[in-house]
């Protein structure tokens, strides 16, 4: 069973920083695009960054770049999302996720239907 696991997450103070890890199993996504992505409560789910699947690109939404970075280690079959600088409107539940597709630019993998797998989530509040 192909599983996307996510930790990490945690209650912080305006400010602080936080590791998200997001480790697969059940298969390999080394070939994979990988992707980060946000749900504040009763909002919609919200593309935050993504990363080619050897780690060279990047690509992220305005209101972060600067202050995250996703990275990757195949060795591991893991993706990171290093958050700096928190703020409180960055309170949600992260998730991340795998896709399948292929994309002539790495900005075409900022939607929720470019991706094919997703893991459970984990909380992120930040207080001011």
């Known amino acids: 069973q192909v599983q996307l696991g996510e930790s990490g997450g945690g209650l912080v103070q305006a400010g602080d920083s936080l590791r998200l890890s997001c480790a697969a199993s059940g298969r390999t996504f080394s070939s994979n695009p990988m992707g980060w992505f946000r749900q504040a409560p009763g909002k919609e789910r919200h593309f935050v960054a993504t990363i080619t699947w050897n780690g060279v690109t990047t690509y992220y939404t305005d209101s972060v770049r600067g202050r995250f970075t996703i990275s990757r280690d195949n060795a591991k079959n893991t993706v990171y999302l290093q958050m700096n600088n928190l703020k409180p409107e960055d309170t949600a539940v992260y998730y991340c996720?795998?896709?399948?597709?292929?994309?002539?630019?790495?900005?075409?993998?900022?939607?929720?239907?470019?991706?094919?797998?997703w893991g459970q989530g984990t909380q992120v509040t930040v207080s001011s």
């Open positions: 996720a795998a896709s399948s597709r292929y994309a002539y630019r790495v900005s075409q993998y900022a939607g929720v239907a470019d991706y094919d797998y």
